[in-house]
Each structure stands twice: as structure tokens, then as C-alpha cells.
């Protein structure tokens, strides 16, 4: 298996190039002018497995969804040191600027996988589309931001809380909240809204307080307009979040470009975690972060080790199910596949 360590000391002595046109300006870039590592890639180009294959070379193209968040790190940072020299695959990051636009790409095999919330995954296949999870986005990185006037969950009764979707792990530490004290959800008005759009709405007093993937939550902080009131570790130890995820079709028509895929992923992660000044430049590449907010980020997330466990996995199953969040989600064997990152 091929995987990219031999060229880690080379980025570090020469640093990552490349503009950040390659990233777009914003979370609400859609996917018709998304940028990738090789181009312009619409999301009605047609199906991945007919779109990726290139006759002037051996090389695949693996097209991989992202929204640009602090929890899909370890996707930028595999696109950046992949071996294009030595891999027999590239990788095409296909941006979107919101979850639906994002699955809907997966699910109709626009891409061959995505850096995607793990419940919606779990949704997609619930109802029969072909996907698997094979890797963590992240550990731990999810915050409950509240205004600067909230001093506890009690405080939350009757007022307006922010989640990005209602299949989401920001709902399930929402609900967990508010068990902890007694409360439930029909206490808080829950309403939905694109992450870029939270930190404004908090600053203004649309909302009280919200739950979403990094930077958005760090956004609020950093500017004083909001507080944490929990880290995702004190409401939900070994907590699941985003995944990486392929479809059945490309895992099971390019097993070794898969296990590659992954392997390399995994190596990101580790990447991530030994090497912070590059892996800063990265995500700053990608998500237009000022310094303060980007630490304050990563200080709440970690990337060191990857792997789906089945333990962690059906935990988050028990949640979705007992916050009515789903009701058959698919079981570990049905959705999630370890192998590919051994």
C-alpha cells in the first residue's frame, strides 16, 4: 500500500504552494464554480465513475465532497502531500456550500466519497443508498456557544438555539444538554441554519446560542459575542461528528485505490498532529482563518487516530435512536468499513 511518509520532510523544507483560488472565498461557494486540485468540477458533469476516468493516464481521479470546515482538515492536508509522482490516483476536492447540495452529489455518485456529518451518512444509507464510513473527520472540536447574557442550560428555557441540521451530532449534544438538566428539546426553540450564518446571528440576537463544526463556533469567541458553555467531550465522551466516507460503487470497482485513499488519510491525521505550523498553513489555505480564530479551533480538536470504533459507533446509534433522531439506523457492519485503513 502506498502511502505518502516519504514526502512529508520534503513539504516541510519547501512548504505548500499553491493559491487559495484553488479553495474558493466562502462556505457558500456552490458546487457548479467549485474549485479542485485539477479544476473546475460541476456537480452536473455527470457521475463520478464516468467523469474520472482519464485516457491519457493511469492515474484515477478520486472526487471527494467537502464543505470548508476546520473538521474536514485531514482532506486538505491529504490533497496538499499526496505522491502525485507515486499514487496511482488523485484526489479532486469538489467544494459545496451546504449539506443537502453535498449529499445529494453523494448520493447520485457525483463523487466518489465526502467528508460529510456521519448522521446524515447513516440517514443515506437507512434509505438504501449505497455508502460506507470508513474513517473519523475529527475527535472531540464541537462546542455549545451561547450568548454572553446565558449563564447556564437553564437559562436556554424558551429561548433560540442554532443547529446546521437536524441529522447531526450538534443535536444530539443539544438534547444530551438539556436531558443533564432536566430539560428537553421542546423547552428550546430549535431552528436550522447554514454554519457561516450562526456567529452573525448569535452577535445579533437572533438566536441564543448554537452548536456547530469548527471555525464557526470559534468565530464567536473570539470576537466576544459569545461563550462556550461545552466542549463536546463534557457532554458526549468519544463523541462522532464528521466521517469520511465512499460510496459502495468506487470501493468496490477500485479496492486498492480505496485502501490507498484511506491509508493516506489516515497518515494526514497523524500529520496534522506533529506538525502544526504546516497543518496551520493548510487550513488557512482553505478556510480564510485569521490566527486567533484558527487556534482556538484546533485547540478543541484533535486528528491523531482515525479509526471508526464499533464501541463509539453504536453509542452514537443509542443516540440518534433515543433522541428521535432516527429510528433504524444501520448497524456497524452495514455501514462502516474498517478495513480499509488497515
Not at 468540477?41 to 467537502?66: P, Q, R
Not at 430549535?190 to 448554537?210: K, R, T
Not at 459502495?248 to 506533529?274: C, L, P, R, T
Not at 482556538?296 to 464499533?310: E, G, P, R
Amino acid at each position: 500500500m502506498k502511502i505518502f511518509k516519504k514526502i512529508i520532510a520534503a513539504a516541510l523544507i519547501l512548504g505548500i504552494t499553491g493559491g487559495a483560488a484553488a479553495c474558493g472565498n466562502s462556505a457558500g461557494t456552490s458546487a457548479t464554480s467549485g474549485q479542485t486540485n485539477t479544476g473546475t468540477v460541476s456537480a452536473s458533469s455527470g457521475t463520478a465513475s464516468d467523469t474520472n476516468a482519464d485516457s491519457k493516464s493511469a492515474k484515477k481521479a478520486v472526487k471527494i465532497a467537502y464543505l470548508p470546515i476546520t473538521h474536514a482538515l485531514p482532506v486538505f492536508v491529504e490533497n496538499e502531500l499526496q505522491d502525485k509522482a507515486g499514487n496511482n490516483y488523485e484526489i479532486e476536492l469538489v467544494k459545496y456550500g451546504s449539506w443537502p447540495e453535498l449529499m445529494d452529489a453523494l448520493n447520485t455518485g457525483h463523487v466518489d466519497g465526502a467528508s460529510v456529518l456521519i448522521e446524515l451518512a447513516m440517514k443515506a444509507r437507512e434509505q438504501g443508498i449505497g455508502i460506507k464510513a470508513v474513517a473519523l473527520g475529527h475527535k472531540d472540536g464541537n462546542v455549545v456557544v451561547v450568548s454572553n447574557k446565558i449563564n447556564g442550560v437553564k437559562d436556554l428555557n424558551g429561548k433560540t438555539f442554532a443547529i446546521p441540521h437536524r441529522q447531526s451530532s450538534h443535536n444530539i449534544l443539544l438534547n444530551q444538554m438539556l436531558k443533564n438538566e432536566g430539560m428537553s428539546i421542546s423547552d428550546v426553540k430549535v431552528v436550522e441554519l447554514a454554519p457561516p450564518e450562526m456567529p452573525a446571528a448569535l452577535a445579533s440576537g437572533q438566536i441564543d446560542g448554537y452548536s456547530v463544526a469548527e471555525p464557526f463556533g470559534a468565530k464567536s469567541v473570539a470576537i466576544n459575542s459569545g461563550k462556550v458553555l461545552f466542549e463536546s467531550n463534557e457532554l458526549w465522551e468519544d463523541s462522532i461528528c464528521c466521517s469520511l466516507v465512499f460510496t459502495d460503487n468506487f470501493i468496490n470497482n477500485n479496492k486498492e485505490i480505496a485502501q490507498n485513499v484511506a491509508a493516506n488519510y489516515s497518515e494526514a491525521g497523524k500529520f496534522i498532529g506533529s506538525n502544526k505550523e504546516k497543518a496551520d498553513e493548510i487550513a488557512k489555505k482553505y478556510l480564510k482563518l485569521d490566527d486567533k480564530v484558527l487556534d482556538l479551533s484546533m485547540k478543541w480538536i484533535s486528528y491523531d487516530d482515525l479509526a471508526i470504533t464499533q464501541e463509539a459507533y453504536e453509542d452514537l446509534s443509542k443516540k440518534v435512536v433515543e433522541f428521535g433522531i432516527s429510528k433504524t439506523p444501520p448497524t456497524y457492519e452495514d455501514f462502516v468499513d474498517p478495513s480499509l485503513l488497515k
